[in-house]
């Protein structure tokens, strides 16, 4: 099992200098919220597709993916296409690693998919022996994107793009999410069949299915119980949408391991923050970084810390810290600034308008 993760494109919409891929999501690069989503497959190998920023792409990627998971990048120095890019993507790989086995293609822009939908879909790629499964999804206003277009025996038939579609197709509520499971021996030579002769000028990924389909291969579909988990981001209000439905996922996943959250809607915690059992988050509390928070502390109301150690039972109100070290049962606030490199012995009591190693302008 490998996997290829597209993360060429310019991103224009996010009127940003900063590509795409690494706009922050809960504090974290938005293109490595989908490489976790390979979390539960036994992957060999990933192929990251590059182009805009790739410098910048690539480095981030270097210091943050996965432990143990062997990262590769290929530059698409021009954007043709979504089926060019992974052609480009295969050029990654050995040649004697292509004739066997599975090959996940995902988008870089959908920081919503679940580990355990993905898993789901190889199994069901496997189970059915398929050539090709794609992800799919039903919603009630299918604008924009692709549609799945069966033929009278209900087989996958093709993909239709929204741009070359007719309007009977547009009105099929069955959408392409652009994440599949190909057999790898029949992915490089559908590539080659791929023409640009579309209302875009491009090489379309999805025009592979279409390939196969003529070919007689089995082309098979899993729709996705939860439509959210396709969604892509493409501009800031898309960001936005995204990363409050991480940030929903994340505080619920820390309530259930102990942590008790006073009004989880005001309650912000970076996916790189740890937490113990037994802490106390008060509404305004903002977690970033690497910040580790031990058991039975407070912390908030109104609470910013970024890269911070908070020991046990201690109590933080009020306060703005950065790369700070507060001791257990110290009691920090309120109005407190701790500045980088500032250590709360333990069991201090600050008392209000704590400014510790604060310098002008820092």
Avoid at 70 to 95: I, K, S, Y
Avoid at 152 to 179: F, L, P, Q
Avoid at 182 to 188: D, G, Q
Avoid at 283 to 295: D, E, F, K, M
């Amino acid at each position: 099992m490998s996997a290829v993760v597209l993360a060429a494109g310019e991103g224009t919409r996010m009127k940003s200098a900063r590509p795409k891929p690494l706009h922050v999501l809960c504090g974290r690069p938005l293109v490595l919220h989908v490489i976790d989503a390979l979390a539960e497959l036994d992957i060999d190998r990933v192929v990251v597709v590059v182009g805009h920023g790739a410098e910048r792409v690539t480095k981030a990627l270097h210091e943050d993916a996965p432990l143990g998971l062997a990262v590769d990048f290929v530059e698409q120095h021009v954007q043709r296409g979504t089926g060019d890019a992974v052609a480009t993507a295969l050029t990654g790989f050995p040649d004697d690693d292509l004739s066997d086995g599975d090959i996940v293609v995902l988008p870089g822009d959908t920081p919503l998919l679940r580990p355990a939908t993905l898993a789901a879909l190889v199994r069901t790629h496997r189970a059915a022996d398929a050539a090709a499964t794609i992800l799919t999804a039903r919603i009630e206003h299918p604008t924009g994107y692709g549609r799945i277009v069966r033929g009278k025996d209900d087989r996958v038939r093709r993909i239709v793009e929204e741009a070359d579609a007719d309007d009977e197709e547009r009105e099929i509520d069955e959408i392409n999410t652009s994440v599949y499971v190909f057999r790898r021996s029949v992915l490089a030579p559908s590539l080659r069949r791929l023409s640009p002769e579309n209302a875009n000028g491009e090489y379309y990924l999805t025009d592979v299915i279409g390939v196969l389909y003529d070919a007689g291969y089995n082309v098979v579909t899993m729709v996705v119980d939860d439509p959210m988990e396709a969604a892509g981001v493409n501009d800031r209000a898309q960001l936005a949408v995204a990363e409050a439905e991480l940030r929903d996922r994340t505080n619920e996943r820390w309530m259930r391991r102990g942590v008790t959250m006073l009004d989880p809607e005001r309650t912000y915690i970076d996916a790189t923050v740890e937490l113990a059992p037994d802490v106390t988050l008060f509404p305004g509390t903002l977690l970033q970084g690497r910040t580790v928070i031990a058991t039975g502390a407070d912390i908030g109301p109104d609470t910013r810390l970024v890269d911070c150690v908070v020991g046990e039972e201690a109590i933080v109100e009020q306060t703005v810290g950065r790369q700070a070290e507060i001791g257990a049962q110290a009691r920090v606030g309120p109005f407190a600034v701790l500045s980088p490199g500032t250590q709360v012995a333990p069991g201090t009591v600050t008392g209000p308008f704590f400014e510790a190693g604060y310098e002008e302008g820092a």
